[in-house]
């Protein structure tokens, strides 16, 4: 079990690394540095190019990701009591990693469209979310033979931590979504927007302050949160990543967006919705 749990360690690693060299890619503009796919440049082994080579190494953490998380599928379901532990989580994450792969090449031809990166990292997030669950089923092994009931009543606080961890999911998207539109400067000032404290909601603009508004929403989700569950160690964890997350989206407008804090900015959002997951999962496992 010791060996099963390392693995799904690393690979909840890697795929973390995935996600936050995808805003090294995004950030550098080297998402078009193999303009081809699956090839790069039409060669296995590209030239020698700042661009080509950042985005090379994203196709070949990529690949590694994937033949890990193929691997380790085969592993789970050669033992029966992992099969019936995480064997339907195992085939949902192979789901998942072959939707990814096509995505892959969807964002490539089409040269980046935004709402093609923005699905692209929504599935990398969930094949995230479903990894990182698993490891929490093997983590607390005698607690996941309960299989838990979904008829159980629910805490206030499960249910809090469980919609945090939605709003943050769609907030994620949606900056995603202003990366790739180019719209992160199109409120150039903080706290208001264009000089107005609600300007006009149209195009990138409203794009841009309709994401400040869900960073918003996420930290006044997250405040309710830690006044029901302050004792908890993740819940203060979540709550210095969420005030420094805001600090690094203020940063972001008024220093112009510099690569280290758009990169940063990503990464600490990825380590959110983690530490959400352990949260929603510790709570409602207290609820049964």
Same mark, same amino acid.
């Given at each position: ?115 093609? $990166?923005?699905? /692209? ?6 094949? !995230?979310? *479903?990894? @990182?669950?698993?490891? +929490? %089923? #093997? ?65 990138? $603009?409203?794009? /841009? ?6 960073? !918003?929403? *996420?930290? @006044?989700?997250?405040? +309710? %949160? #830690? ?62």
């Amino acid at each position: 079990m010791k060996k099963l749990s390392r693995t799904l360690f690393l690979l909840v690693a890697l795929t973390y690394l995935l996600i936050v060299w995808g805003a090294v890619v995004r950030s550098s503009g080297s998402g078009l540095g193999c303009p081809d796919w699956p090839l790069c440049h039409g060669q296995i082994i590209p030239p020698f190019r700042k661009d080509v080579l950042i985005e090379y190494t994203h196709r070949l953490l990529a690949s590694l990701v994937g033949f890990l998380t193929l691997g380790f599928a085969i592993l789970v379901w050669l033992k029966k009591e992992l099969r019936i532990l995480i064997g339907k989580w195992c085939g949902v994450a192979l789901a998942l990693l072959f939707v990814q792969v096509g995505l892959g090449g969807v964002t490539v031809k089409t040269e980046l469209h935004p709402y093609v $990166v923005a699905t /692209h990292l929504g599935v990398a997030l969930v094949f !995230l979310a *479903v990894i @990182f669950y698993m490891t +929490l %089923l #093997v983590r607390s092994w005698t607690s996941a033979h309960q299989h838990i009931s979904t008829s159980v009543q629910k805490s206030i606080w499960y249910r809090l931590s469980h919609y945090t961890l939605t709003v943050l999911f769609l907030q994620m998207i949606l900056g995603s979504l202003v990366a790739a539109s180019n719209a992160g400067l199109a409120c150039p000032d903080f706290p208001t927007c264009q000089g107005a404290w609600i300007p006009q909601l149209t195009g990138l $603009v409203g794009l /841009h302050f309709l994401h400040r508004v869900g960073a !918003l929403l *996420v930290l @006044f989700m997250v405040c +309710l %949160l #830690v006044v029901g569950k302050w004792g908890r160690g993740a819940v203060r964890f979540i709550f210095l990543l969420a005030v420094f997350q805001i600090l690094l989206g203020i940063g972001n407008v008024l220093w112009g967006l510099p690569l280290w804090m758009r990169i940063t900015h990503l990464g600490v959002a990825v380590l959110l919705f983690l530490a959400l997951m352990v949260s929603t999962y510790e709570l409602r496992r207290e609820s049964q």
